[in-house]
T-cell receptor, first 116, second 111 residues
Framework: GAGVSQTPSNKVTEKGKYVELRCDPISGHTALYWYRQSLGQGPEFLIYFQGTGAADDSGLPNDRFFAVRPEGSVSTLKIQRTERGDSAVYLC??????????????FGPGTRLTVL | QKEVEQNSGPLSVPEGAIASLNCTYSDRGSQSFFWYRQYSGKSPELIMFIYSNGDKEDGRFTAQLNKASQYVSLLIRDSQPSDSATYLCAVRRGSQGNLIFGKGTKLSVKP
């Protein structure tokens, strides 16, 4: 079956511009996560959705970052006034509803964002 | 102190040997523990999860958890060159969904 898909695969933008990154989770997965990964680092949590609502947005670094999931499926991560430090691979993952142990987060291929 | 710590490596082992990857975590409230493999330029893929003290085996992989020592390890038996990748340790607190990852250990298996 289809896995997690993310678009675009690569995005190059200029400092100060606005970008949107899209994630299409596995069908039936109610939980959706955004992470970002810088070179040589592990993925860093940004935000987690359970259904349409953000269950935990404590990882968003500042108010330039925002994410939505209006119909409980596709999610969009929005970054305003991009900065060079935002350059990273943005990973989306989805899973069935979390429970204690046992659930698997399936990662998409990521969007590589480069801010010039 | 980082929440999840791993030796970044590289760890080099000969083909057929046992590779031992280690991870420590700081939050005693962590309840679920995961090992992901990440090939260069690719996204992480789950190898194993463990949430009870002791060992859990799956094929050539064994995860070990010691909550008292806040220590998780992954053993890879009969290492193959195709096992060469970065191995990420991740922990999760209770019922929350997000994972906290270490920096990863780069493993190189030499033919």
């Amino acid at each position: 079956g289809a896995g997690v898909s993310q678009t675009p695969s690569n995005k190059v933008t200029e400092k100060g511009k606005y970008v949107e990154l899209r994630c299409d989770p596995i069908s039936g997965h109610t939980a959706l996560y955004w992470y970002r990964q810088s070179l040589g680092q592990g993925p860093e949590f940004l935000i987690y959705f359970q259904g349409t609502g953000a269950a935990d947005d404590s990882g968003l670094p500042n108010d330039r970052f925002f994410a939505v999931r209006p119909e409980g499926s596709v999610s969009t991560l929005k970054i305003q006034r991009t900065e060079r430090g935002d350059s990273a691979v943005y990973l989306c993952a989805s899973s069935l509803a979390p429970r204690l142990g046992g659930d698997t987060q399936y990662f998409g291929p990521g969007t590589r964002l480069t801010v010039l | 102190q980082k929440e999840v710590e791993q030796n970044s490596g590289p760890l080099s082992v000969p083909e057929g040997a046992i590779a031992s990857l280690n991870c420590t975590y700081s939050d005693r409230g962590s309840q679920s523990f995961f090992w992901y493999r990440q090939y260069s330029g690719k996204s992480p893929e789950l190898i194993m999860f463990i949430y009870s003290n002791g060992d859990k085996e799956d094929g050539r992989f064994t995860a070990q958890l010691n909550k008292a020592s806040q220590y998780v390890s992954l053993l890879i038996r009969d290492s193959q060159p195709s096992d060469s990748a970065t191995y990420l340790c991740a922990v999760r607190r209770g019922s929350q969904g997000n994972l906290i990852f270490g920096k990863g250990t780069k493993l190189s298996v030499k033919p």
